[in-house]
Every structure is written in C-alpha cells, then in structure tokens.
C-alpha cells in the first residue's frame, strides 16, 4: 500500500477479505502461525483460513483472541473502519461510519469506541525535557444553551456542566492527557510527578504548584493580566522560553476535534476521546499509513 495512503489505494492493497487475512496474519505472526492456546504447540492449516493447535485441538483463526473475534463483521470491514477512522484528520463520527460501511449507527459506535480502546497505549508515555502544563474545560456555552437547558453560575472553571481535563506537553514532542475530577494540586501533582522527568523545566499558566518545588524548575505566566510569554536568560547564559502557547495550541485542535466532528461528548466517554486525540497528536508526523500499521501492529 502506498505510504501516502488514500482511499483507493487502500482498495488495491486489499480488494478482498482474503488480502486482509493475510497481511493481518502477517503482523500478527509474521512468517510462522503461532497458537493463541499454546505457544509451543505445532499448527495444523484448515479451510476458510483455519488453523488448528495440535496440543489442545482447538480451532482459531487469525482474529481469535483480538478485538475483531466476538465479531460477525469481516475483517475487511473492520480493517477499512480503521483505515477511515485513521486517516480522517479530526475523526469521523459512528453516522458517517455507519454509511460508508452499511452498518447500523449502534454497530458503527461500538466499533468506534473498540478501536480507541487501543489509543490509549500513546497516553501514557514518559515526559523528557521541557514541559508545558495547563488543563482545560470541556463543555458547550451556557449561552448556547436552550433556556430549559441552562445551567445557573457555571461560567469559568465550573465543574457543573464541563469536564476538566489536564495535559502535560513536551516541547517539540508528545503530549499525555487525562480527564480529571478537579485541578486541586492533590489531584494534579501525582500526575506530573508521574509522567514528567525530574529536574525538568516546568512552564504553567498561572498557577502555582508548592510540591514541585523539590524536583523541578517552575516557571508561569499570568494570563490573566494578558501577559503571554517571556525570554528568559539564566547566569550559565541557559535561554529559556516562558510560555504555555505548545499546550494552548493542543487544546485548541482537541477542542475543534470534539466540537467539529463529535459536537458533544458525555463525560463518561471523554477519556476514550481524549486518548483518540492524543493518538493523532502524537503520531501527527507519520503518514497515513505508517499511522494506520503502527495501530494494527497495536491490535495484532
């Protein structure tokens, strides 16, 4: 397949079930068929892509033990889900998925909501470096909102009506997010000391934080007297840029995510959004096929 990807490329690599079986048998396995019962076990092949674990006598075929095995779709249909899901740049919703498969609107958002289920390996990784942290609040406008629909003092960082979600930035790098029940520092101080490196320099919007004190260098700037950034130069001639604009300009794709495409999303669900998000961001270099394998090899 084409590294550019595309829609009819995705057609010619695989025209039939048959080529996905086999280039899923190949990420999975690669050139040898491994029982899912027993590793050691030698491999009989069956028909209609069968094979048979000689130790336990069980069947299996490739999809046995993934996420596409409680599944009466084919692999074909699972694997052009992922590819739409993948290369669209914002996501695509359970309707429109459920048109270009043919499917119901339910089976298309349980599909959906599978597939995220592996993103969230990327919203976990460790912060090396320089690192911006904000947290933001996700949830339409009260004055939006149907009359009978409004919600009474819910404006700024109220809790009644958004959902609060902290991320954590590495300059030029990955980001790691994650819904939260409140941005107290006892909520959010176990979380940086969890995904960012000690000793590094940690840039915030405002507000400070007492207990990193001991194990970072901390640095803010004040948004709410509309001051944005600053060059600052250390004795040891160190340049360093104070500002949150990396992780602002984060939220702001996130947001345009959310509302460009999902147009509301219960807080019940917000994480798998937000590990959707944090996939695309932090594979935002790859292309659409290397994005689309390194998620296969995922499920695989």
């Given at each position: 397949?084409?590294s550019?990807?595309?829609?009819?490329?995705?057609?010619?690599?695989?025209?039939?079930?048959?080529?996905?079986?086999?280039?899923?048998?190949?990420?999975?396995?690669?050139?040898?068929?491994?029982?899912?019962?027993?590793?050691?076990?030698?491999?009989?092949?069956?028909?209609?892509?069968?094979?048979?674990?000689?130790?336990?006598?069980?069947?299996?075929?490739?999809k046995?033990?993934?996420?596409?095995?409680?599944?009466?779709?084919?692999?074909?249909?699972?694997?052009?889900?992922i590819?739409?899901?993948?290369?669209?740049?914002?996501?695509?919703?359970?309707?429109?998925?459920?048109?270009?498969?043919?499917?119901?609107?339910?089976?298309?958002?349980?599909?959906?909501?599978?597939?995220?289920?592996?993103?969230?390996?990327?919203?976990?990784?460790?912060?090396?470096g320089?690192?911006?942290?904000?947290?933001?609040?996700?949830?339409?406008?009260?004055?939006?909102?149907?009359?009978d629909?409004?919600?009474?003092?819910?404006?700024?960082?109220?809790?009644?009506?958004?959902?609060?979600v902290?991320?954590?930035?590495?300059?030029?790098?990955?980001?790691?997010?994650?819904?939260?029940?409140?941005?107290?520092?006892?909520?959010?101080?176990?979380?940086?000391?969890?995904?960012?490196?000690?000793?590094?320099?940690?840039?915030?919007?405002?507000?400070?934080y007492?207990?990193?004190?001991?194990?970072?260098?901390?640095?803010?700037?004040?948004?709410?007297?509309?001051?944005?950034?600053?060059?600052i130069?250390?004795s040891?001639?160190?340049?360093?840029?104070?500002?949150?604009?990396?992780?602002?300009?984060?939220?702001?794709h996130?947001?345009?995510?959310?509302?460009?495409?999902?147009?509301?999303?219960?807080?019940?669900?917000?994480?798998?959004?937000?590990?959707?998000?944090?996939?695309?961001f932090?594979?935002?270099?790859?292309?659409?096929?290397?994005?689309?394998?390194?998620?296969?090899?995922?499920?695989?």
């Amino acid at each position: 397949m084409d590294s550019k990807g595309g829609i009819l490329n995705f057609m010619t690599a695989f025209p039939d079930e048959e080529s996905c079986v086999r280039y899923f048998e190949k990420l999975r396995w690669g050139d040898k068929v491994i029982s899912p019962f027993d590793a050691t076990s030698k491999v009989y092949r069956c028909k209609n892509g069968k094979y048979k674990c000689r130790n336990t006598g069980k069947y299996f075929d490739v999809k046995t033990g993934t996420v596409f095995a409680s599944t009466k779709l084919p692999l074909r249909s699972w694997v052009f889900a992922i590819f739409l899901f993948i290369s669209h740049k914002r996501g695509i919703s359970s309707c429109q998925l459920a048109r270009d498969l043919g499917v119901t609107q339910k089976t298309a958002w349980n599909m959906l909501h599978k597939i995220r289920a592996f993103m969230k390996s990327l919203n976990d990784e460790p912060i090396v470096g320089d690192a911006e942290i904000d947290e933001t609040f996700v949830g339409g406008k009260n004055k939006n909102r149907h009359k009978d629909k409004k919600v009474e003092r819910c404006q700024g960082r109220s809790f009644k009506d958004k959902v609060p979600v902290f991320g954590m930035l590495q300059r030029g790098g990955n980001v790691v997010a994650k819904v939260v029940p409140d941005t107290k520092a006892s909520t959010l101080e176990p979380l940086i000391h969890k995904y960012i490196r000690e000793d590094s320099n940690v840039f915030t919007d405002g507000w400070e934080y007492k207990g990193l004190d001991n194990d970072y260098s901390q640095y803010s700037v004040d948004h709410s007297r509309s001051f944005y950034g600053e060059i600052i130069v250390t004795s040891d001639g160190e340049v360093i840029n104070v500002s949150t604009n990396g992780i602002e300009n984060v939220w702001s794709h996130f947001k345009r995510m959310i509302f460009g495409t999902y147009y509301k999303v219960s807080k019940k669900h917000m994480q798998r959004y937000v590990d959707e998000f944090v996939f695309r961001f932090n594979t935002r270099k790859f292309g659409e096929f290397e994005r689309f394998e390194l998620f296969l090899r995922k499920i695989a």
